[in-house]
T-cell receptor
Framework: DTGVSQNPRHKITKRGQNVTFRCDPI?????LYWYRQTLGQGPEFLTY????????KSRLLSDRFSAERPKGSFSTLEIQRTEQGDSAMYLC????????????FGPGTRLTVT | DAKTTQPPSMDCAEGRAANLPCNHS???????VYWYRQIHSQGPQYIIH?????ETNEMASLIITEDRKSSTLILPHATLRDTAVYYC?????????????WGAGTKLIIKP
């Protein structure tokens, strides 16, 4: 399968714990995006990378959230000191760098904070 | 905020054409119209995009009005597998960060 993959698919954690999600984009894609989606809503943009550079961060991305893409390939999204409001689906997407109209999405990681 | 308005839900009979409307009355000249869909428990999937002209691909057709203030996504022969939430998004291709701003979409239910 050469699509975007995300791990884990589901994560249940207790409030206050740290969690880390991984996204593996399509191999030749330079751009990588993170979105968050809550029930009944469309995805909300969190951040995006071009290669290893993080070029944009939404104001939704509080100090407890950090994302990395160290070698311009896979990316991780870490949430520290999780809160119940962090419960959501976290989606990763990738696209080609230049002139691409299409973002390819992974299946998402569903986070439940208890 | 999303720049588009869509009905929250629609039904369509299997085998018939599904026509999903979208209003984008504040669209700028350099903004494209994109359609994505999200089947339950999956990530969104790109369907089609257009700027001014009508577009067709293997999945759907996109009809954009001459004033570009609205558009319609057409699934010509809907199947049960087309049941999903359909999102209409407008975005300038040359936006600095290429982020997509999503609304709540239209939940399309295909009935047998």
């Amino acid at each position: 399968d050469t699509g975007v993959s995300q791990n884990p698919r589901h994560k249940i954690t207790k409030r206050g714990q740290n969690v880390t999600f991984r996204c593996d984009p399509i191999s030749e894609h330079n751009r990588l995006y993170w979105y968050r989606q809550t029930l009944g809503q469309g995805p909300e943009f969190l951040t995006y990378f071009q290669n290893e550079a993080q070029l944009e961060k939404s104001r939704l991305l509080s100090d407890r959230f950090s994302a990395e893409r160290p070698k311009g390939s896979f990316s991780t999204l870490e949430i520290q000191r999780t809160e119940q409001g962090d419960s959501a689906m976290y989606l990763c997407a990738s696209s080609l760098a230049a002139g691409s109209h299409e973002q390819y999405f992974g299946p998402g990681t569903r986070l439940t904070v208890t | 905020d999303a720049k588009t308005t869509q009905p929250p839900s629609m039904d369509c009979a299997e085998g018939r054409a599904a026509n999903l409307p979208c209003n984008h009355s504040t669209i700028s000249g350099n903004e494209y119209v994109y359609w994505y869909r999200q089947i339950h428990s999956q990530g969104p999937q790109y369907i089609i995009h257009g700027l001014k002209n009508n577009e067709t691909n293997e999945m759907a057709s996109l009809i954009i009005t001459e004033d570009r203030k609205s558009s319609t996504l057409i699934l010509p022969h809907a199947t049960l597998r087309d049941t999903a939430v359909y999102y209409c998004i407008v975005r300038a291709q040359m936006d600095s960060n290429y982020q997509l701003i999503w609304g709540a979409g239209t939940k399309l239910i295909i009935k047998p």
